[in-house]
T-cell receptor, first 116, second 112 residues
């Protein structure tokens, strides 16, 4: 069964450092997402991406965050200067459809980011 | 108005019992209501979803009940099994967007 894969599974970084989280979406999917889940809290939307552009972003996704699809398979989330409050599980997701209400959103297993 | 409120926060059910998780929303533009199941160390996985043109949807032991006038929907797990122990998230979205708004999650423990 095709799946979304994420690396690293866990990253520990110092406050102020740059972090890049990587995702390989399902191969025929065109719509890509990042969500995050602070420990014990709900899953929150960060950004959606299609055709090499951001489609939608949340208030959380400020100038410290950026996304990129550097090649035909990877989708990355960069946090430029990490803060303590960026500590969370970051989930990549992909879909074959433009809107979530027309098709399933497939999530990866997540990358846990710990900022010290 | 973008929130989805979910209860209870945690739930313990005996094997064979019925698990019920409730969600409420305010945004009448929402037109898609999925439930996601998340096991420890894994990402959320779609369990079942409903649109507001029906009041109930059943897939195996899992049923969504939807009350459009009350703006509430619930997940019922019949004959709950220990393998159902997981965190369950309700969510909502509208056709104009491609993002899901998640509830706060319910940690379900089914005791053997």
């Amino acid at each position: 069964e095709p799946e979304v894969t994420q690396t690293p599974s866990h990253q520990v970084t110092q406050m102020g450092q740059e972090v890049i989280l990587r995702c390989v979406p399902i191969s025929n999917h065109l719509y890509f997402y990042w969500y995050r889940q602070i420990l014990g809290q709900k899953v929150e939307f960060l950004v959606s991406f299609y055709n090499n552009e951001i489609s939608e972003k949340s208030e959380i996704f400020d100038d410290q965050f950026s996304v990129e699809r550097p090649d035909g398979s990877n989708f990355t989330l960069k946090i430029r200067s990490t803060k303590l409050e960026d500590s969370a599980m970051y989930f990549c997701a992909s879909s074959a459809f433009r809107t979530v209400n027309t098709g399933e959103l497939f999530f990866g297993e997540g990358s846990r980011l710990t900022v010290l | 108005q973008q929130q989805v409120k979910q209860s209870p926060q945690s739930l313990i059910v005996q094997k064979g019992g019925i698990s019920i998780i409730n969600c409420a929303y305010e945004n009448t533009a929402f037109d898609y209501f999925p439930w996601y199941q998340q096991f420890p160390g894994k990402g959320p996985a779609l369990l079942i979803a409903i649109r507001p043109d029906v009041s109930e949807k059943k897939e195996g032991r899992f049923t969504i009940s939807f009350n459009k006038s009350a703006k509430q929907f619930s997940l019922h797990i019949m004959d709950s099994q220990p393998g159902d122990s997981a965190t369950y998230f309700c969510a909502a979205s509208s056709g104009a967007t491609n993002k899901l708004i998640f509830g706060t999650g319910t940690l379900l423990a089914v005791q053997p």
